[in-house]
Structures are given as structure tokens and as C-alpha cells.
């Protein structure tokens, strides 16, 4: 049976590999670092953990945001397609612009775009 090594970080390596021996203590130690930091970092959950539960436990359920938008009810910020927000985004540049054309008025040796 090999041991498995994925989990050792180089620093943690060299106390633990010794030649051809595992050090059991050290080799529990870094497991355990390893596995801190996938907790917080969110890589590895914790069944019937409030604190370090599947991020899809944080997520509505599929049904029920689905009703919230029939409903028009997700408060969401962004309203319809990805497309359409592009569009809103543009035209309103477009409309500053031109308030900006109409504030700063002639310039010399500017030209004036279409």
C-alpha cells in the first residue's frame, strides 16, 4: 500500500518524508492543515455543518427562484437578458456623450464624430 502525498506542501514534505519512512506525526499534522485550509477556503464541506456546509445549501432552490421570477420577485439588479442590459449600457453612454457634446460645446481642432 502506498501513502498518499498529494495533500504535503514542499514545507511540510521534508519533515515528513524521511528517505524511505513516513513520519506518522508530522504526516498528520500537514492532513490536517490541508485539510483547514480546503474548509475555509471552501474546496471540501462538512455534511450537517452550518459553518462549512456545500455552497449549493447557500443557493435558493432551483423551484422556488424560478417562481420568485415568474413572480418578479427576485430583486435582482439586472433585469432580463445579458444582451439587453448591454444595450441599456450603451445607449445610455451614447445619451452621455451627447450631453457631454452639448456642455463642452465647439472646440477648435476637434472634429465632431457622426
Not at 8 to 13: A, G, I, Q, V
Not at 58 to 75: G, M, N, S
Amino acid at each position: 500500500m502506498t501513502t498518499p502525498l498529494s495533500h504535503l506542501t514542499d514545507k511540510w514534505k521534508k519533515h515528513v518524508v524521511l528517505g524511505d519512512k513516513i513520519a506518522p506525526n508530522q504526516y498528520e499534522a500537514a492532513a490536517f492543515e490541508s485539510l483547514n485550509a480546503r474548509l475555509h477556503s471552501g474546496d471540501v464541506a462538512v455534511g450537517g455543518s452550518r459553518r462549512h456546509q456545500p455552497f449549493e445549501d447557500y443557493l435558493l432552490p432551483k423551484q422556488e427562484f424560478a417562481q420568485l421570477i415568474e413572480k418578479k420577485q427576485t430583486r435582482l439588479a439586472v433585469k432580463g437578458t445579458a444582451e439587453h442590459y448591454l444595450e441599456q449600457k450603451q445607449q445610455e453612454i451614447v445619451e452621455k456623450l451627447s450631453l457631454l457634446r452639448k456642455s463642452i460645446g465647439v472646440v477648435d481642432g476637434a472634429s465632431s464624430p457622426g
